[in-house]
């Protein structure tokens, strides 16, 4: 197969997946002489099923020759916080438990994670990062905590 058709592939296969989080910032780590450097990334993703929150996501985005054309493969670790950032309502009834977003953080095997938990008895939303491979995940995670107000109800499914 021709070079550039491998290459062309590879890029769209890494831009497929993305769940759409909005950059805030990001910083860099490592200085890279070819290629971008490596870099710490905030991406903000709002709860699909719940209007006034947003959850931030940090994680590690490699840099260099291969990470300048979508070839390597981040690290597993993230961190999480979600803040209620204006009034909690919910777009339906939620399941108890519900992957809301995903991003790839490789070419093709890995996935960065974010499962929304409802913790009914304390009315709050529990939310929770890790990454995944086919053959094997990784058990560094993060866990944040939106509480919602009192007299606001979850509507559970």
């Known amino acids: 197969m021709n070079k550039h058709l491998i290459l062309s592939l590879a890029m769209l296969l890494a831009a497929c997946g993305k769940a759409g989080g909005e950059p805030v910032g990001e ?19 709002d709860d699909p099923g719940v209007s006034g929150v947003t959850c931030y996501v940090s994680r590690a985005k490699t840099g260099g020759v291969k990470g300048g054309l979508g070839l ?38 890995k996935k960065l994670r974010v499962v929304r938990m409802v913790d009914a008895k304390r009315n709050s939303l ?26 606001t109800v979850i509507p559970l499914k």
């Open 72 to 109: 390597a493969e981040d690290k597993a670790e993230a961190s999480i916080a979600c803040r209620q950032v204006g009034p909690i309502s919910f777009k339906g009834k939620l399941e108890r438990q519900e992957e809301v977003f995903t991003e790839r953080i490789s070419l093709v095997f």
């Open 27 to 45: 910083v860099d780590t490592v200085f890279k002489f070819l290629g971008p450097d490596h870099k710490i990334v905030v991406d903000a993703y």
């Open 126 to 151: 529990v939310y929770l990062t890790y990454s995944d491979r086919v053959i094997e995940g990784s058990p560094q995670n993060s866990v944040a905590v939106v509480a919602v107000p009192q007299g």
